[in-house]
């Protein structure tokens, strides 16, 4: 790298100024491509990845998986590597250092972000969510803990920790539009500055595609957690109305809702106070895409309550870790069969319920059939409820309003043809 700068340097002075700007721009390119992989892939690799693997070959940390933790970090080293050579090698060739014929910048970067490294990176920061959720599982252990210590105080990490090198791809994924475009507006002939376009946008594809994939599974890693610690009350001990015979009981334990949430995206979720009669309950609602579900908290005795009022992101990985369990109340909340009514600041001043509102459940002939008085902590939290809910209401009676027009739609271009 010091040769070819000394090398950019000497030749400057006969460049013209529009040619040396586009040269500047790759030239961003490629430092920063160094030091991607010299500072950051390659001190994961040799520093931190290979030291745990020497561990295990002497027969500590056995149970650490590798891939969990570091994922295809190998193949991005391999990537960026191969990527940094022809990029040199192009701009030798752009400069005249070289003899030439290898291929141009646009037909390089267009084959090697096509081929190469979108796919690459989108495996690894598919995988980067569960690599965190593991290392912090890794966190409390004594061994690991003086592996990673030992690991970050190395001159290589230069005071980075592990959490610090393990989110610089995807920091790097969301660079590299910005760095193509640069070097696209520096660029001569239409076809060229096109041709580079193009590719930014296939990263921010990349990207984009991406992001879904990561909600997606953010969203099914939390729900099945979450599916495992619901509890479903039977009809006989939530309403205590109904009668069935010990000799029955079985038919209607065949009839489960585990299953329910498996397959649904959890858009809002927290604690809350539910007025009861003359008590208060604390319960934790899920607002999932098709229904709300309120749920007491069932504690594990071992743990005690957290005094401290945590983040909503992280209240709930908080309680899932302590072991408890979530008892649905009443039956799940459709959206379609929800109606939610604010109490305002004269009303609650007067009923003594400050920052409530009212969930009312319907049937399918409007009559209620259900009613729950909720209390937010603060103001904004309940701002933030009411918005979640009717946003998640409006989106599925237009989802619903969607279908029936293509059901109406296709019936219609039946009965036409018939």
């Not at 040769?3 to 950019?8: D, M, R």
């Not at 309120?294 to 899932?320: D, F, G, V």
């Not at 904004?380 to 979640?388: E, V």
Request: proline share 3%; net charge positive; charged share 25%.
């Amino acid at each position: 790298i010091r040769t070819f700068h000394n090398l950019q340097g000497h030749s400057s002075g006969s460049l013209s100024q529009k040619f040396y700007k586009r040269q500047e721009a790759i030239w961003e390119l490629f430092t920063s491509e160094c030091v991607y992989f010299m500072d950051q892939l390659m001190v994961l690799k040799e520093v931190f990845l290979a030291t745990l693997t020497d561990l295990r070959a002497r027969n500590c940390l056995l149970d650490v998986d590798t891939w969990r933790l570091f994922a295809n970090l190998n193949e991005l080293c391999l990537v960026s590597f191969g990527f940094l050579n022809n990029l040199f090698r192009v701009i030798k060739d752009t400069l005249g250092i070289s003899e030439g014929g290898g291929p141009t910048l646009l037909e390089l970067l267009s084959k090697v972000f096509k081929e190469s490294v979108c796919h690459c990176l989108q495996k690894y920061c598919l995988n980067y969510s569960a690599a965190l959720i593991y290392l912090d599982g890794l966190k409390h252990r004594e061994d690991f803990g003086s592996y990673v210590k030992w690991c970050e105080r190395h001159k290589q990490c230069r005071r980075l920790q592990l959490r610090d090198l393990l989110v610089a791809p995807l920091q790097r994924l969301t660079r590299y539009p910005l760095l193509l475009r640069n070097i696209a507006k520096r660029l001569e002939t239409d076809d060229e500055v096109q041709g580079l376009q193009s590719v930014a946008e296939q990263v921010d594809t990349a990207i984009c595609d991406l992001e879904g994939k990561v909600k997606w599974l953010d969203n099914y890693q939390v729900v099945k957690l979450l599916r495992d610690t619901l509890v479903w009350l039977p009809v006989w001990e939530r309403d205590k109305r109904a009668f069935i015979p010990e000799n029955l009981k079985h038919l209607l334990k065949a009839v489960t809702l585990e299953n329910l949430i498996s397959h649904r995206s959890l858009l809002h979720e927290g604690k809350l106070v539910l007025t009861a009669n003359t008590k208060l309950i604390d319960v934790y609602l899920f607002l999932f895409d098709e229904f709300l579900l309120i749920t007491k908290i069932k504690r594990n005795k071992r743990c005690k309550p957290n005094p401290l009022r945590l983040p909503q992101n992280q209240e709930l990985e908080q309680l899932l870790k302590e072991g408890c369990t979530f008892t649905v109340v009443d039956q799940p909340v459709s959206l379609d069969r929800l109606q939610l009514k604010n109490i305002d600041q004269l009303n609650a001043s007067t009923s003594g319920l400050p920052l409530s509102f009212i969930i009312m459940h319907q049937n399918r002939y409007q009559q209620c059939i259900g009613a729950f008085i909720l209390q937010a902590p603060s103001e904004t939290a309940k701002r933030a409820w009411m918005t979640k809910i009717e946003d998640a209401v409006s989106a599925l009676l237009k989802h619903d309003s969607l279908q029936l027009q293509h059901k109406s739609a296709s019936l219609w271009l039946e009965s036409s043809q018939i």
